[in-house]
């Protein structure tokens, strides 16, 4: 079987396997967040916090609390971190102040940008007690402020937008929790490493000897991917054959990434009593994702290089394991999600190939997005999008029988804008300093992808890199941390005011001139919203990075 062939196979057994999870997995979360009921263990979790699991919260508490769960969750493993010398297994590692201040911030923000290499730096406790509590806690409180917003469609004349404790605790031990110990033991199965030594000692060839690293991969492999987080616990990520050692497991790795973000839209189609409107979102994320795919699978596999052209493709960076089909296949998912983590080198893509990871990001990662964070991201473009239908007829926008005033449209504009004035504002920056230019691994149109890449990502909490770069310096740890930060909460905070100004008002009744939201037109109209914003926002930086090198 052909490399096309055998990748065109993969890509239609990850269709069938997400199109047969999307209706249980979306009716179940669905149950999840409108359940009555508390679970014991819960219970007794809202009895040390001190939480009344059965009162709401108007948008500000909700805010307040994720704010200041995020910055306790910042501090806590920050402290962790610089403490590692006083933990067990922590193998003789310390984490300087600057690594650990980025660290915190990445972990916590989803994002799991690493400037550092895990297996020498980091011990198994903080990888364990730290790291990948934060996969949950992260990927929780994308799902929480999710919920949030589609509350805030769902009810009428009320400032109350749920409990953002309630949906956190939920969220990790109905959902994130249980998925993962089962697909633990599946990657366990499938070859991915689980111990707690350190390392074993091997004899090289040569006769020299030397030490390959451990660490309990699997358990944090099945939640780096499910929860869209994508820090690795080794530095080559899921490159590496202890992370993800054959395509069986990246398949499950892929899928795994995938399968909430997807079934979130048949979650939302339930809550909001018209299963077809979650329908309309995940066709707009499908047709992106494969278009997207296509074009990077393209450009991989027609090379416009030398050394491209001689081996018939763009191999370098990309495990032989794995093959062309399969790194682009896992490339286009980790960064149309807000994953980031990667089983093949992207600053070894071809210009184009590589522009495609790059412009995932800049479309804000809704196809399909992070875990919540995909599925508010979309909502805010569909306001965004029946807002300019709504200037095309003169008429006053409404979405899901809610209008979309000035504080609505506000709010809208202020979440999709943060992200790429950050990205500008940090790119420019960096430029400005003549230190950049020694960080960087390549010049010309390359070495501006790759600065370009670096604060995408990290504004988008992806975490992904073009790694030529290297940003251990004061400046790259300090603002790529900032970036990290303003580009996970000045969002969520325009999207829960969005929430709690929708469940102010009351519904309006559907008439002649309300434009359909499950229809063709609306999909359509919501896409070219999407490439609109992100054109008009990224088109002259990307002339200057991957168009430029694809056209040399």
């Known amino acids: 079987m052909s490399d096309t062939a055998a990748g065109l196979v993969q890509v239609a057994v990850l269709l069938i396997a997400l199109a047969l999870v999307y209706r249980p997995l979306g009716d179940y979360m669905a149950r999840v967040f409108t359940d009555t009921r508390h679970w014991r263990v819960e219970r007794l979790i809202y009895r040390i916090g001190r939480v009344s699991p059965d009162s709401e919260q108007h948008w500000k508490t909700y805010a307040t609390a994720v704010l200041g769960f995020s910055f306790v969750s910042v501090l806590l493993l920050f402290l962790l971190q610089r403490l590692q010398p006083l933990l067990p297994l922590n193998f003789g590692r310390t984490v300087d102040t600057g690594v650990a201040f980025n660290t915190a911030i990445s972990f916590v923000t989803n994002t799991n940008w690493q400037s550092y290499v895990p297996e020498t730096v980091m011990g198994h406790v903080v990888q364990m007690a730290g790291l990948t509590v ?42 994130l929790l249980p998925i993962s110990f089962v697909f633990a033991i599946v990657l366990i199965a499938l070859g991915v490493v689980q111990s707690l030594r350190s390392g074993v000692a091997v004899t090289n060839p040569d006769g020299s000897h030397s030490t390959i690293a451990l660490a309990p991969a699997a358990s944090q492999e099945a939640i780096k991917e499910l929860g869209t987080n994508g820090g690795g ?43 077809r409107q979650g329908t309309v979102l995940l066709s707009v994320m499908t047709v992106l994702w494969a278009a997207m795919l296509a074009v990077a699978w393209w450009a991989e596999t027609h090379p416009n290089g030398p050394a491209a052209l001689l081996a018939g493709a763009s191999l370098e960076g990309k495990e032989q394991r794995f093959g062309i089909p399969a790194s682009v296949l896992f490339a286009n998912s980790t960064t149309g999600t807000s994953t980031g983590a990667v089983n093949a080198m992207h600053d070894s893509f071809s210009g184009l190939g590589g522009g495609v990871p790059m412009l995932n990001m800049m479309f804000g990662e809704i196809s399909p997005g992070g875990v919540g964070t995909g599925l508010y991201g979309i909502l805010v473009l569909a306001i965004i999008a ?121 519904k309006v009744p559907e008439t002649a001139g309300t434009l359909p939201t499950t229809s063709p037109l609306f999909a359509s109209m919501l896409g070219g919203t999407v490439v609109l914003v992100a054109a008009l926002t990224f088109i002259p930086a990307l002339a200057l990075g991957p168009i430029a090198e694809a056209l040399a």
């Open 134 to 175: 934060q996969n949950f806690a992260s990927a929780a409180v994308g799902l929480a402020v999710a919920m949030a917003l589609v509350r805030g469609f769902v009810r009428a004349q009320t400032d109350r937008l749920g409990n953002f404790w309630v949906d956190l605790t939920r969220g990790v031990l109905r959902i």
């Open 386 to 506: 029946m807002f300019l239908a709504g200037l095309m007829v003169g008429r006053t926008p409404e979405y899901l029988g809610k209008k979309l005033g000035r504080r609505e449209v506000t709010a809208a504009a202020v979440s999709i804008l943060a992200m790429p004035t950050v990205v500008l504002l940090g790119t420019g920056a960096a430029l400005l300093l003549p230190a950049t230019t020694g960080a960087l691994n390549n010049v010309g149109a390359h070495g501006f992808s790759e600065l370009l890449y670096a604060y995408t990502s990290a504004s988008n909490n992806n975490g992904s890199a073009f790694a030529g770069i290297t940003v251990t310096s004061g400046w790259f740890q300090s603002t790529l941390g900032v970036c990290m930060a303003l580009g996970r909460f000045v969002p969520i905070l325009a999207v829960l005011c969005l929430a709690g100004s929708l469940g102010a008002q009351r």
């Open 233 to 275: 616990i080794f530095n080559a990520n899921s490159a590496h054959p202890f992370e993800n050692p054959n395509s069986w497991s990246n398949l499950i790795e892929i899928f795994l990434l995938l399968v909430i973000p997807v079934s979130l839209t048949r979650t939302f189609g339930v809550l909001v009593g018209n299963k």
